[in-house]
């Protein structure tokens, strides 16, 4: 007995070294994109983090950033808990909508 590991591609068929294939480019593009996603939330939180809010509408956008990102937690998923959120986060919207602007 050898301890040499089995080439498997060698032993697909075209077919399944296509498909093969193709799982591997895709999990490759998504844990790209993944990375990407952190960095850009790192960033974010990062500026998020600089300064403290100098208005409502400041604190708005930090307020929904923070509910989007609990909503994505595993705590926030029974039926009650997703219903706050997106009661807070509609109210939210609603009055950075209302704010009047500042020119």
């Given at each position: ?8 591609d ?8 296509m ?76 009055l ?8």
């Amino acid at each position: 007995m050898t301890d040499d590991p089995v080439n498997l591609d060698a032993r697909r068929t075209t077919e399944g070294q296509m498909a093969t294939d193709f799982r591997r480019h895709s999990l490759k593009e998504f844990e790209a994109d993944q990375e990407a996603l952190r960095r850009r939330q790192e960033e974010l939180e990062a500026q998020l983090l600089a300064e403290p809010a100098v208005t409502w509408h400041e604190a708005a956008i930090k307020a929904q950033y923070l509910i989007r990102r609990y909503s994505e937690t595993a705590e926030s998923q029974d039926a009650r808990k997703q219903k706050l959120i997106q009661r807070a986060l509609g109210d939210l919207a609603r009055l950075i909508e209302d704010e009047p602007k500042i020119p």
